[in-house]
Structure formats: C-alpha cells, structure tokens
C-alpha cells in the first residue's frame, strides 16, 4: 500500500505518462513559438509603417509575412505536424480552409454581382436633381 502512494504523490500535478522533461520541452516550444509569432508580428508593422522597403514590394512582404505566422501558429500552437497520429487534425485544417475560401469567394462573388448590377452614377444624379 505504501508503494501505490509514493506512485500517486511522486506525479504530482502531471496527468499519467506526463514527466516533468516533456512538461519542459512544450513549454519551450511555446516560449519558441510566441518569440517568433512576436518577431514576425513586429516585423509586419515595421514593414508596414515605415518607408524603407520598395513600395510596391509592401504588399508581397506582408503576405509571406502572413504565411510564416500561419506556419508557426499551426506548429507550435495548434501542433499540426504531418505525423499519422495527425490525420485528424490535418483533415479538419483542410475544412477549416475551404469553409473560409467558400464565404470569401461567395463574397466577392456577391458584390461584384451587386457592382455589376448598379445604377450608373450618372443616373443617380438625374434622379437627385429632380
């Protein structure tokens, strides 16, 4: 009896097959993961707000930017690795995806329908004027 209380008492707060080495490494995966996710974000505004960088270039620079937040978000927040044990984690990812372009698209499938179907702002004007 004394043996299965030294079990209990020695985990602590750790839940079964948890140690305090991989308690550890997630959080400095974690530490890691936010350091890099401040660091681009810093870099996003520096890019944005400042006149250094090639103007037209802005626009490219912030999308790879989004691209490697994207990244580092779903490796070391979300855990999204191409493990097998990830399969389900990748497949709800990839819904996730085509819900998200599906309104986006539909969106813009929407207004420039609603622009194409405008009045002209000449005849906007006639009927004001009257």
Do not use: C
């Amino acid at each position: 009896m004394a043996d299965t209380t030294q079990e209990h008492t020695h985990g602590g707060d750790t839940a079964p097959g948890d140690s305090r080495e991989e308690l550890l490494s997630s959080l400095k995966a974690y530490v890691i993961g936010l350091a890099l996710a401040i660091i681009l974000t810093a870099t996003s505004f520096w890019a944005a707000s400042t006149h250094v960088l090639w103007q037209p270039g802005v626009p490219i620079g912030l999308a790879v930017l989004a691209v490697a937040q994207m990244g580092v978000h779903l490796v070391f927040f979300l855990h999204i690795t191409t493990g097998p044990d990830n399969t389900n984690n990748v497949l709800a990812l990839a819904f996730g995806v085509l819900i998200v372009f599906l309104v986006v698209a539909g969106s813009l499938w929407i207004m420039a329908n609603l622009r194409a179907n405008m009045m002209p702002l000449e005849m906007m004007d006639l009927h004001h004027q009257r």
